[in-house]
């Protein structure tokens, strides 16, 4: 069975600071999709990206990186500088390459940028 | 800019009641998603279908949920009766092909059950 962790309930940081949100996965399967969606507090989510599991190369968006790391099966987003428009709740995901596709998500982080 | 339609927005009943959630996904996505997303909690899969057949329905309680996607195009969630506990926002998404590709989802109707 499929289970993604997203150990960090709540974070709060002040306006233009570093942040990272941490994602770690279990599946037994070699192929495998991962995704970060956002939240913001409209309700509506919104994807950020995608990745596969033969490809470990970082990818860096703007503002946004992804860190993926298959050794420690771990899928980490950092926002630099944040901004007060980067508040939401952020989710990462898993999917299944074979069968149904079947998709698991994680608990999520509440991201509170202050100004 | 195509988006995923859900009706309606908000909802309330009382138990007991049937309701009914209506989703009609991005043009040319063969796979739907319905979630129910409790408050502090991800997005739950309660029903996944790939054109008009269901895939999966693993975690939807067959006795009171159902939802069918008839041609293969718009879908409809029911509940009945619904019972305090299904008070949650229940969201709809689509893809292209499932698992592979990110999924689009609608606004979501939030379900109050009296």
């Known amino acids: 069975a499929q289970k993604v962790t997203q150990a960090q309930t709540e974070i709060s940081v002040v306006e233009k600071e570093d942040v990272t949100l941490d994602c770690v996965y279990e599946t037994r399967d070699t192929t495998y999709y991962l995704f970060w969606y956002k939240q913001p507090p409209s309700g509506e989510l919104v994807f950020l990206i995608r990745?596969?599991?033969?490809?470990?190369q970082n990818e860096i968006s703007g503002r946004y990186s992804w860190n993926f790391q298959k050794s420690t099966s771990s899928f980490n987003f950092t926002i630099t500088a944040s901004q007060v428009v980067d508040s939401a709740v952020y989710f990462c995901?898993?999917?299944?390459?074979?069968?149904?596709?079947?998709?698991?998500f994680g608990d999520g982080t509440t991201l509170t940028v202050k100004p | 800019e195509a988006e995923v339609a859900q009706s309606p927005r908000y909802k309330i009943t009382e138990k007991s009641q049937a309701v009914a959630f209506w989703c009609d996904p991005i043009?040319?996505?063969?796979?739907l998603y319905w979630y129910r997303q409790i408050l502090g909690q991800g997005p739950e899969l309660l029903v996944q279908f790939q054109d008009e057949s269901v895939v999966d329905d693993s975690q939807l309680p067959k006795d009171r949920f159902s939802a069918e996607r008839l041609k293969g195009v718009d879908s409809t969630l029911k509940i009945q009766p619904a019972e305090l506990g299904d008070s949650a926002m229940y969201l709809c998404?689509?893809?292209?092909?499932?698992?592979?590709?990110?999924?689009?989802f609608g606004p979501g109707t939030r379900l109050t059950v009296l």
């Open positions: 998404a689509s893809s292209r092909l499932a698992g592979k590709n990110e999924q689009f």
């Open positions: 043009s040319g996505h063969a796979t």
């Open positions: 995901a898993l999917s299944e390459a074979r069968g149904a596709g079947k998709s698991t």
């Open positions: 990745r596969n599991s033969f490809d470990e």
